[in-house]
C-alpha cells in the first residue's frame, strides 16, 4: 500500500492451501495494474475507496478466492509483525455499475472520437463471403422481424403471436460466430458459423413471413380480387422494383395486370412464363415498381387476369438504351457511356474501365489483415472482362425496366453480369455471378465503378454512422495501426458508399461489405474509382489453420443512384436496395377485417433519422423503439404512431427507464444530439 505496508498476498494465501485461488489473485490484480512484477508487491493508493468488482462469475473458485480475500483482517511483515490491514472488497457486478463507479471517481477522462478502420475486413467479408452474405441478410430481416411482430401484436391487442422465444433463438444464431474463425481445425469452425448465419437467416425470414400475413389479412381487401400487399421496413416513403411469382389455373389467364387499390393499371412486366397446353399461363414471375409504400407500413396492389394476352415488344438487339433519366452505350466488361440528362453530366470515366468491369489480381494475405495494415493485391495474374470482346445480349425490353446480359470466361472463372436499367425510377441494377470457380488460392475478384470526377469526397455507412474518408477518422490510432488511419484501405461498409463532387453524387448500394477507393493497379487512374471487393482466396493467420478457398458460384448486385453532390442526398436509397420491400400475395381474409389498402405504422419527421428498432420490451408488455441521428446538428424530431400512446419514457440501451418524453396521442416528441443514439420505451 502507499502507506508504506506490505502484503504478500501470494504467499498469504498459498500457505492456505489455496494455490488456484492465489494463482487467480496475482492474475487479477496483475491486469488491474495494482501489482508489480518485478517487486511481488501489491500498490494500491489508500485514500482511495477502491473496489474489485466481477461482472459475472467466471470459474469455479470465485467464491472460495473472494471469501478467502475478503476475510483478511491482518497480515505478517517479514518481521512476523502483524498488521492491521483493510484490503480493496471483492464483490459481483456488471459493467453499468463499473461505469457508473469510473464517472463518479474521475476528474477527467479523456475524449476519443473518430473511425478506426476495419483491419479485419477480410475475414469479415470477402474471404468468408457466403457466411457474411448470409449475415448480413440476417441484420435486415431479423430487426425488420421484430418491427412487424410489434405490430401485429398491436393490431391483435396481446402478445400471443408474438414469438419471443423464436426471435431470441434467431438473435443468439446471429451473434453466435466469434472471434475463432479459422484456425486449428478452422474448416469445422468456419463451417458453424456459416450454419448459424444461416439458421438466423432464416428464421428471421419464417418469423417476418407469418407476421407480414397476420398483418395482411386484417385488410379489408376487394372482393373477388387477389391482392398483393407490399410491405416497407424503413421509416420514410419509397418506391422500388418488386417481384412475385404468381400460379394461376388452366383457362384463368392467357396474361395480366398490375392494379393500384383504385384500380388504375400499374406497369408491369412478366417473366419466367410457363403455360397450360391450352395456351394459358400456367406461372410467371411478375415485376413491377411499387411506388410510394408508406413509412413502415405497406400498400396493396391487385393482380388482373385477362382473357386476351398483351402485344409483346420485340426485342431489338442494340447496345444503347435510352429513357428520360439516362442514356447508355455498352462497351466491353460493361458501360462505356452513361449520361444523366437531369444533371446533364457525364457519369462514367471509361478511360481504363468500364462500369461494372469485373477484374481479378493476385491477393496474398492473412485472413486478419495482417494485424497492422492490410496487405495489398498485385498484378500478377491480372485479367478482367473488358480484354474480351463482349458479347452483349438483350434479354428484356418492356414497360418497368430494360436487361442486358453477357457471359465470359476469364482467368480462373466465368463472369455473368447483368444489367438492369428502370424507366420509371432512376436506378440502375447490376447482378454479377462469378461462376465455375475452382477455388485457386490467393486470387481477389473486384467491380469497377470508375466515376468522371476527381476531387471527391468518398463517404460510406457504418453501423449507425457515416463516415467522410480523410475527415472522420481517428487522429491517433496507437500502436495497431503502422499506416496513418486516413490512408488505410480498403475499408467496410454496411450498405452504401457514396462520391461527390461538386457536379454531381453517385451512391453505390452493395451486397458486399469491403470496398476500395484507390486504384491498386499499374498506371492508376486519377480520377474515382470505386471497387467492392467481390470476394478473396486467403488463408487463416493460425500456422496450422485452413485455407479459404471458397468454391463454387458466388452472387453479387448492386444498384447505381446518381443524384446532387452529397452523401445525404443519396442514402436513403442506397438503404433501399439492400432493404426489399416485402410481398404477401393473397394473404387471406379475416371477419371484421377494417385495415385500409394503404396504411403507415410508424414515421418520424427528420430527413437523416432511422428507425432502427420496433420491439416487445424486455421486461413487461410495452414496447420499444429506437432510433438514431445521422445529422450532425441537434434535431427535433417527431415519431408518429398508428395508435394512441398513453405513456413514453426515455431508456437505456439495455431498456433501464431514464426520464419521462413528451408525447400528444399519435406523437412522440424527441431530441436527438448530433450522431446520438435513443431509446424509447412507451404503451
Request: with cysteine; glycine share 6%; net charge negative.
Amino acid at each position: 500500500f502507499s502507506n508504506g505496508h506490505y502484503i504478500d498476498f501470494y504467499n498469504i494465501l498459498k500457505k492456505k492451501n489455496e494455490d488456484a485461488v492465489a494463482a487467480m489473485a496475482r492474475d487479477v490484480l496483475f491486469w488491474g495494474n495494482y501489482y508489480n512484477e518485478k517487486s511481488k508487491e501489491v500498490v494500491i493508493p489508500t485514500h482511495l475507496n477502491y473496489e474489485f468488482i466481477w461482472d459475472q462469475k467466471p470459474i469455479s473458485n470465485c467464491d472460495p478466492f473472494i471469501n478467502t480475500w475478503n476475510s483478511i483482517k491482518e497480515v505478517e511483515n517479514e518481521n512476523g509483525e502483524k498488521l492491521i490491514v483493510k484490503l480493496p472488497p471483492f464483490r459481483y457486478g456488471n459493467l453499468n455499475e463499473c461505469m457508473n463507479i469510473m464517472r463518479e471517481n474521475a476528474s477527467a477522462i479523456k475524449k476519443i472520437e473518430g473511425e478506426r478502420p476495419q483491419l479485419w475486413l477480410y475475414i469479415h467479408g470477402p474471404s468468408h463471403e457466403y457466411a457474411i452474405t448470409a449475415s448480413r441478410e440476417a441484420d435486415i430481416l431479423l430487426p425488420d422481424a421484430e418491427k412487424f411482430s410489434a405490430i401485429n401484436a398491436m393490431l391483435s391487442g396481446n402478445f400471443r403471436q408474438y414469438n419471443q422465444d423464436k426471435i431470441n433463438e434467431a438473435w443468439q444464431s446471429k451473434i453466435y460466430p466469434d472471434h475463432g474463425w479459422g484456425g486449428k481445425g478452422g474448416d469445422i469452425t468456419d463451417q458453424l458459423f456459416l450454419d448459424k448465419f444461416l439458421k438466423s437467416r432464416n428464421d428471421a425470414s419464417s418469423l417476418l413471413e407469418g407476421s407480414l400475413r397476420l398483418i395482411a389479412s386484417k385488410i379489408g381487401f376487394k372482393e373477388g380480387e387477389v391482392p398483393v400487399v407490399v410491405f416497407n421496413g424503413l421509416n420514410w416513403k419509397r418506391s422500388d422494383p418488386v417481384s412475385f411469382q404468381y400460379i394461376f389455373n388452366k383457362g384463368e389467364a392467357f396474361d395480366l395486370n398490375i392494379l393500384d387499390e383504385n384500380h388504375k393499371v400499374v406497369e408491369s412486366s412478366r417473366g419466367d412464363s410457363r403455360f397450360h397446353d391450352d395456351g394459358s399461363l400456367r406461372s410467371c414471375t411478375i415485376t413491377f415498381i411499387a411506388t410510394d409504400i408508406p413509412s413502415i407500413g405497406y400498400r396493396t396492389f391487385y393482380v388482373q387476369p385477362l382473357k386476351n394476352p398483351k402485344v409483346e415488344d420485340k426485342i431489338a438487339k442494340v447496345l444503347t438504351h435510352e429513357n428520360k433519366f439516362y442514356s447508355l452505350k455498352l462497351g466491353n466488361g460493361g458501360i462505356e457511356k452513361l449520361f444523366d440528362k437531369t444533371l446533364g453530366k457525364e457519369i462514367v470515366d471509361a478511360s481504363k474501365f468500364r462500369l461494372g468491369e469485373v477484374f481479378t489480381m493476385k491477393s496474398v494475405g492473412i485472413d486478419a489483415g495482417d494485424f497492422t495494415v492490410v496487405k495489398q493485391p498485385t498484378m500478377e495474374g491480372y485479367d478482367k472482362t473488358g480484354l474480351y470482346n463482349t458479347n452483349w445480349e438483350k434479354i428484356a425490353d418492356g414497360p418497368v425496366y430494360t436487361a442486358f446480359k453477357y457471359r465470359q470466361p476469364i482467368l480462373y472463372a466465368v463472369v455473368e453480369e447483368t444489367i438492369i436499367i428502370y424507366n420509371s425510377i432512376k436506378r440502375i441494377d447490376i447482378e454479377i455471378d462469378i461462376k465455375n470457380w475452382d477455388g485457386v488460392l490467393y486470387r481477389e475478384f473486384r467491380v469497377a465503378f470508375p466515376l468522371n470526377m476527381s476531387n471527391s469526397k468518398i463517404s460510406y455507412e457504418v453501423p449507425m454512422g457515416v463516415v467522410e474518408i480523410g475527415k472522420d477518422e481517428i487522429k491517433d490510432a496507437g500502436k495497431a495501426f503502422h499506416t496513418d488511419p486516413r490512408s488505410t484501405h480498403p475499408r467496410s461498409l454496411v450498405d452504401w458508399v457514396n462520391a461527390s463532387d461538386g457536379q454531381f453524387g453517385a451512391t453505390i448500394s452493395s451486397s458486399v461489405i469491403a470496398f476500395d477507393y484507390i486504384d491498386p493497379t499499374d498506371n492508376p487512374v486519377k480520377s474515382t474509382l470505386i471497387q467492392p471487393i467481390l470476394f478473396a482466396s486467403r488463408k487463416s493467420c493460425h500456422g496450422e489453420g485452413n485455407e479459404y478457398r471458397q468454391y463454387g458460384d458466388h452472387h453479387f448486385s448492386f444498384s447505381l443512384y446518381t443524384n446532387s453532390p452529397g452523401w445525404e442526398n443519396g442514402f436513403r436509397e442506397g438503404k433501399q436496395a439492400r432493404s426489399n420491400p416485402y410481398v404477401v400475395v393473397d394473404p387471406g381474409k379475416i371477419q371484421n377485417s377494417l385495415l385500409p389498402d394503404t396504411y403507415s405504422f410508424f414515421s418520424t419527421t427528420g430527413d437523416r433519422t432511422i428507425i432502427s428498432t420496433l420491439k416487445k420490451s424486455e421486461t413487461d408488455d410495452s414496447f420499444v423503439i429506437r432510433l438514431f441521428s445521422l445529422d450532425d446538428r441537434e434535431v427535433k424530431d417527431s415519431v408518429s404512431s398508428f395508435y394512441k400512446i398513453t405513456k413514453a419514457e426515455e431508456t437505456n440501451l439495455i431498456e433501464e427507464g431514464l426520464s419521462p418524453i413528451k408525447f400528444s396521442k399519435q406523437q412522440l416528441n424527441v431530441v436527438l444530439n448530433p450522431f446520438s443514439i435513443k431509446t424509447i420505451g412507451f404503451k
